[in-house]
């Protein structure tokens, strides 16, 4: 459980380290920024697309069918 807490906590100061950098903040108000927002309440994972193997695999296979017609 402890691995999940720190990934958690890695992960929410990574996000906050982009947003600062995206709002081009100079180095006093970026640690300000990663300070304020860097709560327990705000570490959140976000849900992601999963991709099985076998999906990859016919989406490969039908490229390579395409690519091999085509070049006839």
């Not at 108000?29 to 999963?50: D, G, M, S, T």
Request: charged fraction near 40%; aromatic fraction near 12%; glycine fraction near 0%.
């Amino acid at each position: 459980m402890d691995f999940l807490k720190d990934l958690l906590e890695l992960n929410n100061t990574l996000y906050l380290e982009k947003l600062a950098d995206k709002q081009n903040l100079d180095e006093l108000e970026r640690k300000q920024f990663i300070q304020k927002y860097n709560k327990r309440n705000n570490r959140l994972f976000k849900p992601c697309k999963k991709y099985l193997i076998d999906d990859y695999k016919a989406k490969v296979d039908r490229y390579e069918l395409i690519t091999f017609e085509t070049e006839k």
